[in-house]
Every structure is written in C-alpha cells, then in structure tokens.
C-alpha cells in the first residue's frame, strides 16, 4: 500500500487536511469579501460635499478626532476675502465656498384676520374688472347666487385669539384676548351723488362690528367676506445667512439651483433702497397686467413674484422714518415653510346682552407650516368662519395683492453667535456626552410700542415669555440704516439636506440645521422621544433652517462693514483629487497643510462622519417663583472626525482576530488529530519494529503519508493566495502549513519505542465496585486518565473559543463606534463575521469530537464486556452520558476561565455574556458527544 492509499486511509489525516483547507479558504471567501466590502461601504460614505472646513483660529478649537459642532455659520467672521481668493487660487482646491450668519431679524407675522362668508353676489361696479372675455376672472353669468354665513339682523358675538407655542417639551399660551360686538350680513348699498350712482358694500342696521385692541384694526364688509382684524401673531426671530452663490452652487450641485436668481442680483452700487422702492411705486401707475403681476415684474433679470409685500414694506417703512439715503436693498431667497411650533386659533361663540353664550358657532385655527413664508406673505394668514366658502376666486388669484408683513423687519445681531458647549464623559463606544452652557434670559412674545397708523399698543394683550439664551451677541461694524428684503425666491431646507446625506452629515451651515431629541429628562430617566421645536426667538440650542439667504454685499448692508472686512464665518473647501476619501487622501492633507500656512485653521473632514452628541442642558426654564430647571439629556448629530479610519481599522481588526481564533481552532485540531493517528500507527510501527524496520525507516513511513497532507495543503495555499492575491491569505496559508509540518514532525517523533505499562490497576483496595453506569464512567475517566484529561481541556478550549466568538460578535458594534458610518460598516460585516465565528464554533466542536476517540477501541472492548454481562443499551447510553458528564464538569471550569479570560482581553465590555456563552457550549456538548461518540 503506497503513501498515498495510506493517507486516504487515515481518516484523522484526511480530517485534518480537510480542516485546514477550510480555514484557509475562510480567509479567501469570507474575511477578504467581508473586508472588500467594508471598504466599499467606507469608502462610499467618507467623503462628503468637501473635504476640507475651513475656521479661523480659535483658542477653543480642538484638531484631529474630535466631535465637530455643526454650528459652522456663527457670525464670528475672522476669514478675509484676500484669504479666500488665495484658497480658491490653490492648486489643489476645486471648490471653496463661503458661509456667514448675517443677523437675528425680528419680525413680526402678517396681521391675521377671520373672513365670514358674506358673497353679495355679481355686481358690476363692485367686480371692476372681472368682466366677461377677461381670461383673469369669472364670467358674470357664471358667478354663482348670494349666500352668507351671517344672519339679516346682527346678533352679537364674543371673539377669542389665542396663539400657543411649544417647544416640543411643553407649551407656552403666548396670548388670549376677546372683543365682542354685533355681525350681520352685508348689503350693496346704491346712492345718488352730483356725478352719478354711487355703489358700495354696508352693515346692516345696527351692527356695530367688532374691534380689537390696537395694533388691531376692525371689521368690514367686502364683495365676498365680512373680514375682522384678529390681534397681531408672535414675533418670530430668524437667521440670515450669506454666501456665495456661484460657489454654493458647485457646492450643492443640482440641490443649489435654488440660488440661481440671486447670481443675478444688482452690483452693491445699485442697491439703494429707495431708488428701488420708487421704482415699483411707478409699476403700479402703469397699470400691469394680470400676468404681470402673476408672473411679477422683471428686475434686471430676474421675475419678482414677491414686488407685492415688497412694496407693503417699503411704504410702511418710508411712513415710519426707517428707510434714509442710505438704506440699501438686500436680495433674499428664503425658506419654504417652518418648524416652528405655533397655533392660531379663534373661538367664535354667540352671546346674549348680559354675555351669557347661547351657541357656539365653533373654533377654527391655523398653523404656521409649509405655507409661511419669511419676510413675505403670499398668501394672508387668514381663518374662515365655520361654514364658509372663499369665493374671492371669482376674480382672479388675489394672492399677490397680500398687504405682506405688518411691520417691516428689525435687524440685530442679538444672540447670533453659536451655543457654548463643555465636554463631559466618554461612553464606551466613543460616543462624547456634553453639556450646554447657558446665558441670561431673553423675553420675547413683545408687542411694538405703535402700530402702523402711530396709535400706542395695549401691552397687556400678550404674555411676554423668558427664553434661555445658549448664544452669544456678535461684534458690529458701524451702525448701519435700515435695509430693505427683496424677495427673490424660495427654497426648501428638505433638498439640501438630502443632498448632504444622512452618513457623511457634514456641517454645511445655518441652512441645514441639525435638529435635537429630548433623550432623557432632568432626573435622568427615559423619556418618549421628543423632537425640540426651535424657539421663538432663536437663541436656543435648537434653530431652525435660516430663514433667508443672501450675497456678501447682503451682508455689508446689514452688518455695516465694508468690503475688506474679515466677516467669513467658515469656507467648504473640496479637492480637485479624485476617487475615494483613501485614494484622495495624500492630496487632501497637502491642501489642509498649504491653507494652514495662510493662518487658519483647516480641519479635513473627509473621512468623517455623522454622529449623535449627548448634551445635557441645564436652566431652561424657570417657575413662577424665578427657580431654574434643567431640560435633561438631548440629542442632536455632530460630526466625528476621522470615523472612516477608526471603523476601517476597528472592523478590520475585528475580522483578523475571528479568522486568528478559527485558525487556533485549527491547530488545536490538528494537534488533537496527531495525538489520535499516533495512538492508532504504535501498534502498526511494533509489528515493523518485530518485521527488522529500523526507526528511521519507520519515521519516513509516518512522514509519506504527512508529506502527502503537507502536499495537498501547500497546492491548497497556493492556489488561494493566487486567485485572492491578499496579503492576509498568503500569511494564513503559510502559518497553516506550518502548523502541519510541526504536527508532523511531533508525531515521527511519538513513534519511538517505549515500554508501555499497562495501566489496569490488578491489585488495588481502593478499587471501586461497578454497581451502576455513573460508577463505571468513574472508572472508565480514572483508567483512561491520558485521553480523559485531554477532552477536559479540548471541551474546556471549545467552550471558551465560543464565548470569545459571541463576545466579538456582541462588541462589534461598541468597538465600530458611535457614529453612523459605523453601524452602517457593522451591518455590511456581520453576516461574514457571523460566519467566521459559527466556523470557529464548528472547529472547536470537531476538536472535541476527535479528542474523544483517544482510547475508543479499548473502552468499546470495556463496554462489549458490560453488554455481555447482560446491560442493557439504556444503561449502556447512560455511562455514555456520565462519562461526558463528568468531562463537562471538569470543562466547565476551564470554559468559563477562558472565556472570561479571553473576553476581558478581546471585548471587555462583552466579557460576562463570554462567559455565559462558555457555559452553554459546554452544557450543548455533553448530549452532542453522546449522540456522535458511540
């Protein structure tokens, strides 16, 4: 029988062989896939919109692994223009686009009003220009016949506003206030004058209307509606911020198209404001069109749906004093909609004379949502009356007739800088807890001194509200006038945070803001999750998107500087390097390092991502009696610098130490199966030995048939390290064969002739009579000490390989880290690295399978006995079993030790469920090994 015939027969080698082409396959399928796939989904998710952010120095500014704030527009300024062309002048640098906080604008909403549908019907003098074969109206047949939700004779009513707002933790009524009076359905009224028939709209006898305090007007009667002037709605601060459009745009990409108006917009020398308020003024002594005034007149280029509040707020300002030959105009795209908190609503009740209510008619409310629109109105903050019906569209689309904002908008930079954070614990996983640092306490919810018409305002219809500030007041150049906001669009703050992704989250300034989770509250207890609500006057830790954006020359005209001032917040810079953050990385750094030449701070961001911050916030609000409380622990998404290299290094590290365990599986298999083959061959090599064989012929005879495993392993590793051409694979390959070779080299070495004495004990008092299956495992255990002791520990190494297994897979997500590039990275590898460790798992369970069979013939021989002295198959499993039992026992200790020993140096924080894991691969051996080792 040749070597080969005898390998094949051999199947302890085979088994052997077998093992360890699989665990060099294991390195080839499934750790270098798992790691080409964590590099693709790294690689996919590390390098953002830019790749540099670039801040003026700061003594608070930390470099390299920190948790960046996403707060990058704070109105510090401290970059220059000069600065900013020698980036853009860089080689390397294929977009830098600047950002800066303008200012906190103040203003206060649009004067709502409660319409009662009063149609009178179609009157030809009262409809104007609504006649028939005018494309813009209703023709006058078509108008359908009166009808009102008011009765012929007045009846009186009671009218109740109120305005809440909350915070998304608790809610603030803002005001409640009442007026009554008497409301009928309105009547044409014709009377002869010296030129003719006058026609107008008129009460019936005996309304007298209903009136709210001032700055309220009163009610009237329309062709369509009975309108009431409803008290004024909270003042509402938001942010402008400034920024380069040309630039943003490359910046954003398709999600910047939005800016393209403001490209056009007029050079800082055209700007003035009253040059342009009266140019309007005389568009609208030209009579425009209907579509003019859709569409909006042209202005240098540009379609201004907005000319209608721009007017509203150019004439009221000019009215007040607050416009002057310096006041310059600045071009605004603003936000579409608000996620600010606050509710409007109007109860309408029926009274009698003594104010007992005998009907209520209902309450209706209204929202600040989708449809607001900072510093214009387009369509007016109006309620209807229940029941009613607007029939205003009889004669066109009104909405760009809107009297706009009630008051033009107060501008400061008032509690404009970014929020003050201290660092706090680091958990676990990297995750950094911090802690807000509060400042005074800001009232807001005012009403102006004087309304529109110079009437002093009843201050006690609004209950002012303390608001905790977490920002800081900006340094102003000279005081500047009064700007005027032209409207030159809209934007949606929804498309550029898509654009930015939810990964690599990077800071793209106070347009993109980062919301916050209320997680847990003051005492520290969980809490429902929560999403904050900015406040009303925006100096809290939570902001909104800004509510405008502006050009540089914006920004001169509200702050007050001229053009060289140092007034960039932050430049996004990207590389002209392509390919992958990895790939683009020597480049990127060469980049960061030629702009920190200039003076500045340049933080690589490529590589980073998002990751959710703790902040415990303290004195948010206060009781009636002035005692401060603390919010508790909210969430909101920062930045982590350089999250890419420690999930790629983490995870990767993670997957080698997976495959190292399987492959000391391996070779304790390989051991164990020497021990087997050598018990087996001493028999064969006497019988040589009696033949005339010399040792040393012997030992080639052993080694032919290693020397074919060997041979069949190295072909094995060769093959896989060619078709992976990895690194990893050929040093797995190599340590395998290794392993091989020694292990045959052990067992040449166990085939030398010894005297073998026999261990049966023949004379021995404290020899234990076999009265049951227990006893006789005990005895079978005591006899067999050698291959006893050695399935101890092979269970005893199964059990703790498991629990150090279950402790990486548990740790996997701890070590990835805290950021969401590592939960994404954690999820691509877990299936491999599920994998890798069920096959470390079946390896060790091979082990003690194989190392079970040491002394297998003689104790069946023992056994054969035990069946011939009349035991039955029962019995004979249950010595089976309290064989294996007893082992466990022993096994049990050595599993735990180990696994806790080897989670505590692996996964510290995974180190009790190791150990947990060890003992139930243990307790799930013992009836395995029964079942399988008969």
């Known amino acids: 029988m040749n070597a080969v015939q005898r390998f094949i027969r051999s199947r302890v080698l085979l088994l052997t062989a077998a093992i360890l082409i699989v665990a060099m396959c294991l390195s080839v399928f499934i750790q270098s896939q798992s790691q080409a796939a964590l590099n693709r989904t790294v690689d996919e998710n590390s390098r953002g919109l830019y790749d540099i952010l670039v801040q003026a120095k700061s003594a608070n500014t930390k470099d390299g692994g920190a948790l960046l704030q996403p707060d990058i527009a704070n109105g510090q300024g401290g970059i220059s223009f000069p600065q900013l062309e020698k980036i853009r002048g860089l080689s390397g640098a294929s977009v830098a686009a600047p950002i800066s906080l303008v200012s906190r604008v103040t203003q206060n909403l649009e004067t709502p009003r409660l319409d009662a549908m009063d149609y009178l019907g179609y009157n030809a003098g009262l409809a104007g220009g609504a006649t028939a074969g005018d494309p813009t109206g209703t023709d006058s047949k078509s108008w359908p016949a009166p009808e009102s939700v008011l009765p012929a004779k007045p009846k009186k009513y009671r009218l109740t506003a109120t305005a809440v707002s909350s915070d998304g933790v608790s809610q603030q009524t803002l005001f409640q206030t009442s007026a009554e009076g008497t409301l009928g359905k309105g009547q044409v009224v014709e009377q002869q004058t010296a030129g003719g028939k006058s026609i107008r709209i008129a009460g019936p006898a005996g309304e007298t209307g209903i009136k709210f305090p001032a700055p309220a007007g009163g009610s009237e009667h329309n062709l369509f509606n009975l309108s009431v ?178 008051q033009p908008a107060q501008w400061s930079t008032d509690f404009a800088a970014a929020p003050k954070y201290k660092d706090g614990e680091t958990s676990a996983n990297g995750a950094v807890g911090k802690s807000a640092t509060p400042g005074d ?46 409207v030159y669009g809209t934007f949606d703050p929804a498309q550029i945070q898509k654009a930015a992704g939810d990964v690599n989250k990077l800071p793209l300034g106070g347009y993109d803001p980062a919301p916050m989770t209320l997680q847990k509250d003051a005492s520290g207890n969980d809490t429902a999750t929560k999403g904050l609500k900015p406040s009303l006057s925006a100096t809290g830790l939570v902001s909104q998107s ?88 909210v969430q909101q998404s920062w930045v982590r610098q350089d999250a890419a290299d420690a999930v790629s290094g983490s995870l990767t590290g993670t997957n080698i130490t997976l495959l190292f365990l399987t492959l000391c599986g391996a070779t304790l298999l390989t051991g164990a199966s020497t021990v087997s083959y050598i018990r087996q061959r001493r028999s064969e090599a006497g019988i040589l030995r009696a033949m005339g064989w010399t040792q040393r012929k012997i030992r080639s005879w052993v080694l032919e048939e290693f020397g074919i495993g060997a041979g069949i392993v190295a072909v ?47 004379h021995d008092e404290r020899l234990i009579p076999v009265d049951s299956p227990l006893t006789f495992a005990y005895r079978q255990l005591v006899t067999h000490r050698f291959s006893s002791v050695a399935l101890a520990v092979a269970v005893g190494v199964f059990g703790a390989a498991v629990g150090a297994l279950i402790a990486l897979l548990i740790d996997i997500p701890r070590a990835a880290g805290a950021s969401a590039l590592s939960g994404l990275a954690s999820a691509t590898i877990a299936l491999p690295s599920v994998i890798l460790a069920v096959s470390g798992v079946l390896v060790g369970l091979v082990l003690t399978l194989v190392t079970g069979r040491f002394e297998l013939q003689a104790r069946r021989e023992q056994l054969g006995t035990l069946r011939a002295m009349g035991w039955n198959p029962d019995m004979l499993g249950q010595v089976r079993f309290f064989e294996n039992a007893l082992v466990g026992a022993v096994a049990l200790i050595l599993g735990v030790v180990g696994a806790l020993g080897l989670g505590l140096l692996l996964a510290p924080y995974a180190a009790l469920w190791a150990a947990l894991a060890g003992v139930v691969a243990v307790i799930c051996w013992i009836p395995i090994a029964t079942k399988v080792v008969k």
């Open 716 to 762: 094995a590793g060769i093959a896989l390290s060619l078709l992976s051409w990895n690194l990893a694979t050929v040093i797995v390959s190599a340590s395998v064969l290794l392993i091989y070779c020694a292990a045959a080299y052990i067992a040449a070495q166990q085939l030398r002739h010894r005297d073998i004495v026999d261990q049966e004990p023949q």
């Open 546 to 633: 800004a509510g405008a954006i502006t050009d540089y020359y914006g920004l001169a005209a509200a702050r007050g500087y001229d053009s060289n001032a140092n007034v960039i917040d932050a430049v996004r810079v990207r590389a002209s390097a392509p390919g992958n953050w990895k790939q683009a990385q020597p480049e990127v750094d060469k980049l960061a390092a030629q702009i920190r030449d200039m003076g500045l701070q340049a933080t690589v961001v490529a590589g980073s991502a998002r990751e959710d911050a703790n902040i415990f916030v303290p004195g948010y609000s206060k009781d009636d009696a002035g005692k401060e409380s603390a919010l508790g622990t």
């Open 441 to 486: 306490w800001v009232t807001v919810n005012k009403l102006p001194e004087k309304s529109a018409f110079g009437a002093m305002v009843d201050q006690s219809q609004r209950k002012p509200v303390d608001e905790r500030s977490y920002r800081e007041n900006l340094a102003t150049g000279s005081k500047p006038a009064t700007p005027l906001p032209m």
């Open 229 to 406: 002037a409803l008290p004024m709605a909270p003042q509402v601060t938001e942010s402008v911020v400034a920024v380069d459009p040309t630039a943003e745009r490359a910046l954003l990409g398709s999600a910047g198209d939005f800016l393209a108006p403001l490209q056009k917009a007029p050079p800082a020398d055209t700007r003035n404001a009253g040059a342009i308020g009266r140019y309007f003024e005389q568009l609208f002594a030209k009579s425009p069109t209907q579509q003019e005034l859709e569409q909006g007149p042209d202005f240098m280029g540009v379609k201004l749906k907005y000319w209608a509040p721009l007017m509203t707020q150019y004439q009221q300002a000019k009215l007040s004093g607050q416009i002057t030959d310096a006041s310059q105009a600045i071009p605004l795209i603003v936000r579409q909609g608000t996620s600010l908190d606050l509710k409007y609503s109007v109860q309408i009740q029926e009274i009698d004379d003594s104010g007992k209510v005998v009907n209520d008619v209902g309450t209706v409310s209204r929202s600040l949502d989708k449809d607001y629109l900072p510093f214009v109105s387009k369509s007016p903050f109006a309620l209807s009356w229940p029941g009613s019906t607007d029939h205003s569209q009889l004669l066109g689309n009104m909405g760009n007739f809107s009297q706009g904002l009630y």
